[in-house]
């Protein structure tokens, strides 16, 4: 990924989407005004902290990008695998940004896509050829659930994308050593892929899961041509981002952005 600074501001573009002019972002937790757990780019008021200041780290974090926040349009997650189709008129509708989805897809020129996250993947998509653009919210219930799989079938079905066409980022997230979790649950992770991604932690009641991997192999078994792995564990580094296993649930959620223009 590519480093960027605006102002106080840092936050990072694929270098293949960066390559092909896609206007997008993922946020770090850098330069905005919320204070306490929350500091400071915190772009989620569903974790406690106040709506003036989200509201303009929202606004900084679009004007990077050379973005209005009428342009934003976004959804309330619910870790599952609902794919929402976005039109422009979606800007204007009340009530749109209450919409129950974990994937936004869109064709629409200046709609910016916009989802919130501490640890779960975000996970770009977009069709180069069909002029189409995705964003995914998917943690461990979205990769069981998936929602990958279910975003690339959203856009084909939409827009006519071919899978080999369309190119993916996987962002940053928390990380292969750092995401450690019950037997139970690994149990449901590996079996919703084709390659192993669960090794075993020294308590043998746990593991660690490779959701990179995971997210990777789901999107390659969807047919996806091109796929970008940040690399970047959002656990492993609290000073840049938000998240919400390294702080125990005490923090905020750093944003992702695209929009096609």
């Not at 066409?165 to 050593?177: E, F, L, N, Q």
């Amino acid at each position: 990924m590519h480093r960027l600074t605006c102002g106080d501001l840092v936050y990072y573009q694929f270098d293949a989407l960066r390559a092909l002019g896609v206007n997008h972002g993922i946020f770090t937790r850098l330069g905005g005004v919320s204070q306490g757990q929350w500091a400071s780019l915190n772009m989620s008021c569903t974790t406690g902290d106040a709506p003036e200041p989200v509201r303009e780290n929202c606004r900084r974090a679009l004007q990077a990008l050379g973005l209005r926040p009428e342009q934003s349009c976004t959804s309330w997650m619910v870790h599952g695998r609902q794919v929402r189709l976005v039109q422009r008129e979606d800007l204007n509708a009340p009530g749109a940004d209450d919409a129950r989805a974990d994937a936004l897809v869109t064709q629409a020129r200046g709609v910016a896509l916009t989802l919130r996250f501490a640890d779960c993947l975000p996970v770009m998509l977009y069709d180069p050829q069909q002029g189409a653009a995705g964003l995914a919210h998917a943690g461990w219930r979205g990769i069981v659930a998936g929602v990958l799989a279910e975003t690339v079938r959203a856009m084909q079905s939409a827009f006519g994308s071919r899978p080999r066409d369309i190119i993916a980022g996987i962002g940053p997230s928390i990380g292969p050593h750092k995401f450690e979790v019950g037997a139970d649950v690994a149990a449901q992770i590996q079996g919703a892929v084709p390659e192993l991604v669960v090794r075993q932690a020294p308590d043998r009641n746990k593991a660690f899961v490779d959701l990179w991997a995971a997210a990777r192999a789901q999107l390659a078994g969807a047919g996806v041509g091109h796929i970008e792995i940040a690399g970047i564990c959002t656990a492993s580094d609290t000073q840049e981002w938000f998240s919400h296993r390294a702080e125990r649930g005490r923090t905020g959620r750093f944003g992702a952005i695209v929009a096609l223009e």
